[in-house]
């Protein structure tokens, strides 16, 4: 099985940068789509970035397209999320998923394997 450990979550201000990484471990992580998920206090999961497997493709969310970009780190067997131009909005815990599934992939319920989440908080 795979292993995730999503890091990088922080304290930052409006219009800031946090770089989230989700590191895995343990079995084959280049075959697998790979999501970030996030959710805020009372609301639903919400599906914000998608990259395919073997990492040709990315897809966004409305709401972070623009300013959040996704992308493989091969050095660290990871995929990172880089965040900028955050807004309060932004504010929630950030999980990353992965699984042998078809892409894009918004629906947490499709994923196997979860990373532990990490919290971002904006403020204004």
């Known amino acids: 099985d795979v292993q995730l450990q999503a890091s990088g979550g922080g304290l930052v201000q409006t219009g800031g940068s946090l770089r989230l990484s989700c590191a895995a471990s343990g079995s084959t992580f280049d075959d697998k789509v790979i999501s970030w998920f996030r959710q805020a206090p009372g609301k639903e999961r919400e599906g914000i970035a998608c990259?395919?497997?073997?990492?040709?493709?990315?897809y966004y969310a409305d709401s972070v397209k623009g300013r959040f970009t996704v992308s493989s780190n091969n050095a660290k067997n990871a995929v990172d999320l880089q965040m900028n131009g955050l807004k309060p909005e932004d504010t929630a815990v950030y999980y990353c998923?992965?699984?042998?599934?078809?892409?894009?992939?918004?629906?947490?319920?499709?994923?196997?394997?979860w990373g532990q989440g990490t919290l971002v908080t904006v403020s204004s």
């Open positions: 990259i395919s497997d073997r990492r040709a493709s990315t």
């Open positions: 998923a992965a699984g042998s599934i078809s892409y894009p992939q918004r629906r947490p319920e499709q994923y196997d394997y």
